[in-house]
């Protein structure tokens, strides 16, 4: 921020434009209507440019809307798109409810989603959205871009991924901890929970990580564990627990306080016990984490995996294409928020086998 403030007086030989969902007939209907099981085109640009700003409301009748419309932005007249997800959990919402929060790239406020992520592209980029759902959606946008004659050929592609896992508790090899104390160990990090696994040559600028469980106790100290080019053991970045990797502390122990800052926060809390949902970012903005051929972004859940749950997260980097393909988008039925113990009807299974049920 205190870059783009001290760069603020330079003048460019760049055009502003923007495309967004104003009523060309000069009339007030300045929205765009998705019908069940329709796709548009919301923004199709031509050229060299970079997206500086995008701004989205919804309105839908529709439980869980935020996880039943999905985002997809291609650049380069790319055939697979480098950003794929639902839509309020690229905006930093995780469990398909909307919650107010503030940082740097990402703001939810009054039902308004903003992102600030920079978006350069060479030759043209695409952005389109998908109603997965069984009703209407209206949404309202702004897609504010530059045009460029170029770009710099050292300019990365934003990317933007979305996954999801039932996590369950690892078998772990026990031994002694460093003071000599009998202790399940974590010596490879193959059961983490992973947040991107990329390849390729770029930098991870943050994801947020988003979890439910009905397991009373504190779900943290899982390590952050980052893995860069191809690294086995141990990763070029380890943690000390899931709290420290999220710049937080102590169990996020003033558990009735949600906090947001511009790079981390802690922006949804569950239960006193630590059951129910919680959600936290951290945004590698001042701190990007390099690579050169591949990428691993792993974090435990809980001690050595000793916890159970629904984990979902958004993982957000820039990479030179070519980029590896995205892992393919669960289907909208397998999107939907969970909850764990209670006494709904439509009790099912997850394909780990744990079971589940949605609201």
């Known amino acids: 921020m205190d870059q783009a403030l001290s760069d603020l007086a330079r003048w460019r030989d760049v055009h502003s434009r923007r495309i967004s969902s104003y009523d060309t007939t000069g009339g007030n209907a300045d929205n765009w209507v998705f019908a069940p099981g329709e796709e ?16 989205v409301t919804i309105a839908s009748g529709m439980p869980f809307y935020l996880r039943k419309l999905v985002l997809r932005m291609f650049w380069d007249d790319e055939s697979e798109p480098s950003v794929e997800c639902p839509i309020g959990d690229f905006f930093g919402l995780g469990h398909g409810i909307v919650t107010y929060f503030q940082s740097a790239p990402l703001q939810m406020w009054d039902r308004a989603f903003n992102c600030w992520f920079p978006m350069p592209f060479a030759n043209g980029a695409r952005i389109t959205i998908e109603n997965q759902g069984e009703e209407d959606a209206v949404i309202y946008f702004y897609i504010d871009y530059q045009s460029y004659e170029k770009i710099e050929a050292d300019q990365a592609r934003f990317h933007a991924v979305w996954h999801r896992k039932l996590v369950t508790k690892a078998e772990a090899e026990r031994g002694p901890n460093r003071r000599g104390q009998e202790s399940v160990l974590n010596k490879s990090g193959k059961d983490n929970y992973v947040i991107l696994d990329a390849v390729g040559k770029g930098h991870y600028v943050g994801c947020h990580l988003n979890l439910d469980t009905n397991e009373p106790g504190w779900w943290g100290e899982g390590d952050d564990m980052i893995f860069i080019d191809g690294e086995i053991w141990p990763p070029s970045l380890h943690g000390t627990g899931t709290e420290d990797y999220f710049c937080g502390a102590w169990n996020y122990n003033r558990l009735h306080q949600t906090y947001t800052t511009p790079y981390y926060g802690y922006h949804f809390k569950g239960n006193s016990d630590y059951t129910g949902k919680h959600s936290q970012y951290r945004f590698h903005i001042l701190d990007p984490i390099y690579f050169r051929k591949s ?14 749950g629904d984990w979902t997260s958004v993982a957000y980097w820039y990479q030179m294409e070519p980029h590896k393909k995205l892992p393919l988008l669960l289907p909208v039925n397998e999107r939907l928020p969970y909850r764990f113990g209670g006494l709904e009807s439509r009790q099912g299974k997850d394909r780990s086998g744990l079971p589940v049920n949605f609201y």
């Open 40 to 55: 548009k085109t919301i923004a199709a640009i031509s050229g060299a440019g970079c997206i500086r700003h995008i701004w």
């Open 295 to 308: 990428i691993l972004v792993t974090i435990e859940h809980g001690h050595a995996n000793d916890r159970s």
